[in-house]
């Protein structure tokens, strides 16, 4: 499984990790986060997420050279899903 670690500006350390499902766990410190959702109507999909300091995460980007196309919260922090067939 790879795994790209990074440090925002405020010094937080963030993960990725290759899931076995192809999908890439994010942990790190997610204290103070927003969100965006794909619809106003929708609060069940999440297509971006923005901890404090970053790094910005959104639907469409790269990440471990796979794209993002949601993410879901877990106890760990988010999984993002990733897009299939690109």
Request: hydrophobic share 35%.
């Amino acid at each position: 499984m790879r795994e790209e670690k990074c440090i925002n500006r405020y010094g937080n350390k963030f993960t990725f990790t290759e899931l076995t499902n192809g999908n890439v766990q994010w942990s790190g410190d997610f204290e103070y986060c927003r969100f965006g959702f794909l619809t106003p109507e929708s609060t069940d999909v999440i297509d971006m997420v923005d901890p404090s300091g970053g790094p910005y995460m959104a639907r469409g980007q790269y990440i471990l050279g796979k794209v993002i196309e949601e993410f879901k919260a877990n106890d760990g922090g988010f999984e993002i899903i990733i897009k299939e067939n690109v």
